[in-house]
Every structure is written in structure tokens, then in C-alpha cells.
């Protein structure tokens, strides 16, 4: 006995492919996007901690810069001063 499809069996079949494709694809870009978002989290907080150690940085650098123009001018006082000689 041979089996023989139906026409309206066939396009149930290919509807039932479609859908699951669909679902396929659907629950593929939720696993991207969820992806994306993990990515974009773990990037934040990376930049957030970057941009504390660089504002570290740049108060150092700021901080050696002062003192380095206190030296000069503490310095070029300390030559500058009038030297006064002893009499004898």
C-alpha cells in the first residue's frame, strides 16, 4: 500500500518548517542580544575603572608638576637672596 500526501499535509509540513526556523532564529538573536548586552556591561565597567586609573594618573602628573614648580622657585629664591658677608 503506497502512502500518498495530501496537499493540504504538505503545506501543514512547510508551515510547521517555517515556524520552527522562525523560533529558531527568534531565540538565536535573544542569545545575541543577550550576548551584546553581557559585552556592553563588562565594558562599561572596564572603561568606568579605566577612567578612574587615568584621573589617578593625571592628578599625579599634575601633583609632580607643582612641586617640580615649587623646587624652581624655592630655588631661584635661595639664589637670588642677597648673601650677607661678615665683617671683620
Known sequence: ??????PADVLIFR?????????????R???L???????RKEFEAEEEEAR???GQERDR?????EDRARMGVSRRAETEAPVEESRS
Do not use: P
Open 1 to 6: 500500500m503506497e502512502i500518498v500526501e495530501r
Open 29 to 31: 538573536r535573544d542569545a
Open 52 to 54: 578612574r586609573v587615568i
Open 33 to 39: 542580544e543577550a550576548r551584546i548586552t553581557a559585552l
Open 61 to 65: 602628573v599634575d601633583t609632580v608638576e
Open 15 to 27: 508551515q510547521q518548517q517555517v515556524e520552527a526556523r522562525q523560533r529558531e532564529l527568534d531565540r
